[in-house]
């Protein structure tokens, strides 16, 4: 198992950036997202507003960077498995693997989700935020397979793929289970999933399966 990437001891500037997100989204989960200011957020994390400004574009910035640091090592990770797993495989451990980074970098990761039952700002955000995600996973398997990312096979596993992540949240956001069980969880529902859609990339000669004529790409 790989280890997931950790922010280097004795950088203070990390370590800000965690405590303020950690106070920032604590109080978003107390009073409401739209009842927090950014003002709200320096007083209660001890800084400024020149500081946080330094850590975080905007106050959406804080609910969302931690998961544009998730798609990254999601990208990341696709690149190293080019060629070292088969295609659903390689999608599997990446995404197990940038979720095992992601809620270990931050305490406060799966909490932000919470966060877009409540306020529609987030919610439309989120939209912007899992297309990019899902991206990822269909241009990795548009390379692997020598086709569009737009075309129907990429888009159905990237598709998949988001549905049962957005759903393992859902499930966490009612039980609230600890990390590990998460990640067990994720990584055995994503074999269930693609196990049946291994089908999309077999032939029966054993090569890749090119897209049906209506998806294929002039």
């Known amino acids: 198992m790989q280890t997931p990437p950790r922010r280097s001891p004795g950088r203070p500037y990390a370590a800000n950036r965690d405590a303020v997100e950690r106070a920032a989204l604590t109080l978003m989960l107390r009073e409401g997202y739209d009842q927090v200011s950014v003002d709200d957020i320096a007083r209660e994390a001890g800084i400024g507003r020149t500081t946080f400004f330094r850590y975080f574009k905007s106050k959406p910035g804080v609910v969302w960077s931690a998961f544009d640091d998730t798609i990254s090592w999601l990208a990341e990770d696709l690149t190293e498995r080019q060629e070292s797993l088969g295609i659903l495989d390689a999608v599997r451990e990446s995404i197990v693997f940038s979720t ?41 398997v548009a390379t692997r397979t020598g086709i569009a990312p737009h075309d129907a096979i990429p888009m159905a596993i990237a598709g998949a793929a988001r549905g049962m992540f957005v759903s393992e949240l859902r499930h966490w956001l009612n ?44």
């Open 100 to 140: 095992r980074s992601a809620i270990y970098n931050s305490e406060v990761w799966l909490e932000r989700f919470r966060l877009l039952d409540s306020c529609g700002e987030l919610r439309a955000d989120a939209y912007d935020h899992w297309e990019r995600w899902a991206s990822t996973i269909a241009t990795f």
């Open 175 to 218: 039980i609230d289970d600890n990390r590990e069980d998460i990640l067990n969880r994720l990584d055995h529902n994503l074999k269930t999933v693609f196990t049946a859609l291994s089908g999309l990339l077999a032939d029966p000669d054993g090569g890749t399966a090119q897209p049906p004529l209506a998806g294929r790409s002039s």
